[in-house]
Every structure is written in C-alpha cells, then in structure tokens.
C-alpha cells in the first residue's frame, strides 16, 4: 500500500452543490481503486494568477491509500473533467505518511521503554 495526498481545483463557476456533488463523484472512484483516510475542504479561494482565464476555485485536499498505479484511472477522469481546473496528486514519504497516521510506521527504540 502506498499513501498518497490529492489536491482538487473545482471551477469557481460551479456554486457550492455542484461542486459536492463532484467531490462525492471522485470520492466514490477513489473508493473503487483506494480507501481516503480524509477530505479537507478548503472551499472557494483567490488564484495567485489567473488560470484558464479564471481567478477563483474550490480547492480540496484529499488523503487516501492504493496499490501503486490504481489511481492511474482517477487522474485520467480528472485530467479530462471540465469541472477541474487543476489536480496533482503526490506520493507521500513512507515515513510522512506514518506521521500521518496512513501507514505503520517502523517501531522506534523509544517505544521499546
């Protein structure tokens, strides 16, 4: 199992039930392939620059595990969503991902005492 973080940028077009129901989408194809651990939604926030000629979008962030390659189908449906404006989805450290609490971590010698 590996643990990964998605980021999620909605379309700051989309009002508020749209974009849930778009999240509850990627969350049901997430679950086909993974298990999330969590969803953080930050809701709508200000580009630093411009994107596609948009300013605003809904951003979440998405904590998850899977097999090594099963999020291959996700990205794809995200990269060709026209709902989603950006994504990336990043591999976390064995060790993060144990900080995290997604994956047991190796014992220390601390916890031996």
């Given at each position: 199992m590996r643990a990964y973080e998605l980021m999620v940028i909605h379309d700051g077009d989309l009002d508020d039930v749209q974009v849930q129901d778009e999240l509850k989408d990627l969350r049901s194809r997430i679950d086909e392939v993974g298990t999330i651990a969590e969803v953080d939604f930050w809701g709508r926030r200000r580009f630093a620059y411009e994107i596609d000629?948009?300013?605003?979008?809904?951003?979440?962030?998405?904590?998850?595990?899977?097999?090594?390659?099963?999020?291959?189908?996700?990205?794809?449906?995200?990269?060709?969503?026209?709902?989603?404006?950006?994504?990336?989805?990043?591999?976390?450290?064995?060790?993060?991902?144990?900080?995290?609490?997604?994956?047991?971590?190796?014992?220390?010698?601390?916890?031996?005492?």
């Amino acid at each position: 199992m590996r643990a990964y973080e998605l980021m999620v940028i909605h379309d700051g077009d989309l009002d508020d039930v749209q974009v849930q129901d778009e999240l509850k989408d990627l969350r049901s194809r997430i679950d086909e392939v993974g298990t999330i651990a969590e969803v953080d939604f930050w809701g709508r926030r200000r580009f630093a620059y411009e994107i596609d000629h948009k300013t605003e979008g809904y951003y979440s962030v998405i904590e998850l595990t899977a097999e090594g390659g099963a999020m291959d189908p996700v990205e794809r449906a995200l990269r060709i969503a026209d709902s989603v404006v950006r994504h990336k989805l990043i591999r976390l450290p064995d060790d993060e991902a144990a900080r995290r609490g997604l994956l047991a971590g190796p014992a220390s010698a601390n916890d031996s005492d």
